[in-house]
């Protein structure tokens, strides 16, 4: 079981925060800004554990050297020279023991060729958790910065493939945005309506809409969908061949999503 909170930074950025509910000592993912860190352990009188990286992006990565400078405090992420500070290089496969919470390390290149996401079972509210950075948003999947599309479609399979409940931490508040691009791939889909129309009420109310369930995601998300027939009718009106594959779907809705 643990308690997870968000961190803001930047404009739109979540750096989450989780420990076990009888414990003060924490752990942080993705600190891209160490003083929104700082403030919140200073405030709560907490103790940071360790980190949690999921690729090299400054914007998850910014905040390290500051957290740990002088302190011994693991560092958890890809194997990637170019990330300061890592302690602990992850491989696909791993699994690491976080205060008695087993997470499972998944490689998920596409968005960067380092990414990692981070799973546990025993997560949050009886549902099991996924950390996941920059592969997988409500709504959508990371740019293909570094990556192919048949790379980021493996990833997204291996990520649709966990359990429905499964709790998805994102980092970036990109919802709103994605789902108008959704909605725009699969205009007739009644779930998804439902769904923009839910965010906009949250959004409103200046509440995250993050983290989301896997099982809406597999019903709404259009980079979840490239076998889905609407997808595939919409991403062949943008030039698609009839009999492609789905890795080459979701390549034409990313492009088409890179412009939108």
Not at 65 to 81: C, M, Q, R, S
Not at 146 to 171: D, F, H, I, K, W
Not at 249 to 260: C, E, G, H, S, T
Request: aromatic share 8%.
């Amino acid at each position: 079981m643990l308690i997870i909170s968000p961190i803001p930074a930047f404009d739109d950025n979540y750096i989450w925060m989780f420990h076990s509910p009888d414990s003060r000592n924490v752990y942080v993912v993705d600190p891209g800004d160490a003083k929104s860190v700082q403030q919140v352990l200073d405030e709560r009188q907490l103790n940071l554990s360790g980190i949690l990286i999921t690729h090299h992006h400054f914007d998850h990565t910014g905040g390290v050297k500051e957290l740990t400078i002088g302190k011994n405090i693991p560092v958890y992420g890809p194997d990637n020279k170019n990330i300061d500070s890592i302690t602990n290089t992850l491989q696909d496969g791993d699994t690491i023991n976080l205060d008695g919470n087993l997470f499972n390390i998944a490689a998920t290149p596409g968005h960067t060729l380092d990414h990692i996401v981070y799973f546990t079972e025993t997560g949050e509210k009886g549902c099991p958790v996924l950390f996941c950075g920059d592969t997988l948003f409500a709504g959508g999947c990371g740019r293909l910065f570094e990556g192919t599309a048949e790379q980021m479609y493996a990833s997204l399979s291996r990520l649709a493939a966990l359990p429905g409940n499964t709790r998805v931490y994102c980092a970036h508040e990109y919802t709103q945005a994605n789902l108008k691009f959704a909605q725009a791939v699969e205009p007739e889909n009644r779930i998804l309506k439902d769904y923009v129309e839910e965010v906009a009420e949250r959004r409103s109310e200046n509440q995250p809409t993050v983290p989301f369930t896997l099982q809406k995601e597999l019903a709404t998300n259009p980079f979840l969908r490239s076998n889905q027939p609407d997808v595939i009718k919409a991403a062949c009106n943008r030039g698609a061949p009839s009999n492609a594959e789905p890795a080459e779907i979701l390549r034409v809705i990313r492009a088409w999503k890179d412009n939108f």
